[in-house]
């Protein structure tokens, strides 16, 4: 089963816009992690944030995570064609080595 | 330095044959996982090796599914009397650490695995 929730489930955007797009999870985390997976090739680390954080940026990435609500945003500033992949969030329900996986949101950047 | 490789990239099998998933994690990984990741959704772990040791195979749907990693290194995810609902892309990710979640994973490209 999975742990995580995006929403939306696709998201369509020009070149220059952001994207944002949500994840809720349903346990107790000790981090989060959202991944990048590109048609055909596997999933990529993009950025964690650990539970006691609120806020974290990578270059045009900013994650926020509210743990009261169970529920962390990915922002995709100034979003290019590149960015055109599926996004996932992912937790480690508790688990010391085991990820939990969201079903992800699939975002197209138009040129 | 290499990523980590998998092989086949695609796979194809009647139903009732038996197919063998290859692995070569990052060279001094010791934590490897395999994750099953069926269309349109997230992957969902499967299994996990610390070195040759598998410590956590909850993942395994059922007992066709079998992965080994004899020598702590290359793994290879076995499954016997394939099903159509096998057909999926078989993830496999490799860590540097042992227990220790905040630990990136990283990723190879997959095998897409189709049952006819």
């Known amino acids: 089963s999975q742990q995580g929730e995006e929403d939306p489930q696709a998201l369509s955007i020009q070149e220059g816009e952001n994207a944002t797009m949500n994840c809720s999870y349903k346990?107790?985390?000790?981090?989060l992690q959202w991944y990048r997976q590109n048609s055909g090739r596997g999933l990529v680390h993009l950025i964690l944030i650990r539970s006691n954080e609120r806020e974290k940026h990578s270059g045009r990435l900013r994650v926020t995570l509210d743990t009261s609500k169970k529920s962390s945003s990915l922002l995709i500033t100034a979003s290019r064609a590149a960015d055109t992949a599926s996004y996932f969030c992912a937790t480690d329900a508790g688990s010391d080595y085991k990820l939990s996986f969201g079903a992800g949101t699939t975002v197209t950047v138009r040129a | 330095g290499a990523g980590v490789s998998q092989s086949p990239r695609y796979k194809v099998a009647k139903r009732g044959q038996d197919v063998a998933l290859r692995c070569d994690p990052i060279s001094g990984h010791v934590s490897l996982f395999w994750y099953q990741q069926a269309l349109g959704q997230g992957p969902e772990f499967l299994t996990y090796f610390q070195n040759e040791a598998q410590l956590d195979k909850s993942g395994l749907p059922s007992d066709r599914f079998f992965a080994e990693r004899p020598e702590g290194s290359v793994s290879t995810l076995k499954i016997q009397r394939t099903q159509q609902e096998d057909s999926a892309v078989y993830l496999c990710?490799?860590?540097?650490?042992?227990?220790?979640?905040?630990?990136?994973?990283?990723f190879g490209p997959g095998t897409r695995l189709t049952v006819l």
């Open positions: 346990t107790s985390i000790n981090n």
């Open positions: 990710a490799s860590s540097s650490l042992g227990h220790r979640v905040d630990n990136e994973q990283f």
